[in-house]
């Protein structure tokens, strides 16, 4: 008895889905991939676009000299 209300209740789920539009799931996939790469291809832009500026407006006289650390030894 158990086993007919299973094969039951595959048989009505698989039926709406395939009513339903049956591809729900892969059309899901593909929007959540294609936000994902939008919001990483807006990110990575954004991070190229800011190196770009801070080069172009680069102050020499403004950065620090490299000073290497004395060793000393006893």
């Known amino acids: 008895m158990t086993t007919s209300f299973l094969t039951l209740a595959c048989s009505t789920c698989r039926t ?3 009513a339903g539009g049956g591809d729900a799931a892969g059309w899901s996939i593909f929007f959540l991939l294609f936000v994902i790469l939008t919001l990483l ?3 990575g832009f954004f991070m190229f676009r800011i190196a770009r ?3 172009e407006h680069f ?3 403004l950065s620090d000299d490299y000073v290497p650390a004395v060793e ?3």
């Open 41 to 43: 291809g807006g990110i």
């Open 53 to 55: 500026r801070q080069a």
């Open 59 to 61: 102050d020499p006289t």
């Open 16 to 18: 709406s889905m395939v």
């Open 72 to 74: 000393t030894t006893r």
